[in-house]
T-cell receptor, first 112, second 116 residues
Framework: AQSVTQLDSHVSVSEGTPVLLRCNYS??????LFWYVQHPNKGLQLLLK??????LVKGINGFEAEFKKSETSFHLTKPSAHMSDAAEYFC??????????FGKGTRLSVIA | GAGVSQSPRYKVAKRGQDVALRCDPI?????LFWYQQALGQGPEFLTY????????KSGLPSDRFFAERPEGSVSTLKIQRTQQEDSAVYLC??????????????FGPGTRLLVL
């Protein structure tokens, strides 16, 4: 069975500084991996997805993530945080024809 | 265009009461998914429809949970004899094709259920 571990439940950064949200996955074979963002009172929105093509994936709003098989990681980064990035972020894995598996989420706070 | 909508947005129920949660997917979307998100947790899969057919209900936690999509569009998640542990946000998602879990899913804002 696959699982997703988000290493930090809460990350706080200053506006304009880099963002790093960490995610490790466990799967019997290489999964597809996603990052979703959840703003209060809004639906989950897909930021980016990895599906075994390029290991560095670029998403919306300046976010990107790198798939590292040797480390079983798929960390989300952004060079410069904006106030509007404050939200809950979920790392998600998909393996074969089975439902999406979500991590527990990381709450990102951005301080002015 | 309109996204996935869910109603009600908030529901307070007394323990033992039956509730019905509605999901309106994006028009024309073939696939529809329900998830349960407990406080401080990520969403967990409940069930999956392709048109009106319920192809996977492996995530439903008990026989008190029932979902339907009779005409292949709107879906209803029904919880009978609600318990306090049913308190959660219930998310609905839809996708345009019949590719199952591989297709990109578009999520609604959720229904927050509180069972007292």
């Amino acid at each position: 069975a696959q699982s997703v571990t988000q290493l930090d439940s809460h990350v706080s950064v200053s506006e304009g500084t880099p963002v790093l949200l960490r995610c490790n996955y466990s799967s019997s074979y290489s999964p597809s991996l996603f990052w979703y963002v959840q703003h209060p009172n809004k639906g989950l929105q897909l930021l980016l997805k990895y599906t075994s093509a390029a290991t560095l994936v670029k998403g919306i709003n300046g976010f990107e993530a790198e798939f590292k098989k040797s480390e079983t990681s798929f960390h989300l980064t952004k060079p410069s945080a904006h106030m509007s990035d404050a939200a809950e972020y979920f790392c998600v894995a998909l393996s074969g024809n089975t439902p999406l598996v979500f991590g527990k989420g990381t709450r990102l706070s951005v301080i002015a | 265009g309109a996204g996935v909508s869910q109603s009600p947005r908030y529901k307070v129920a007394k323990r033992g009461q039956d509730v019905a949660l509605r999901c309106d997917p994006i028009s024309g979307h073939v696939s529809l998914f329900w998830y349960q998100q407990a406080l401080g947790q990520g969403p967990e899969f409940l069930t999956y429809f392709q048109n009106e057919a319920q192809l996977d209900k492996s995530g439903l936690p008990s026989d008190r949970f029932f979902a339907e999509r009779p005409e292949g569009s709107v879906s209803t998640l029904k919880i009978q004899r609600t318990q306090q542990e049913d308190s959660a946000v219930y998310l609905c998602a839809s996708s345009p094709r019949a590719g199952g879990y591989q297709e990109t899913q578009y999520f609604g804002p959720g229904t927050r259920l509180l069972v007292l």
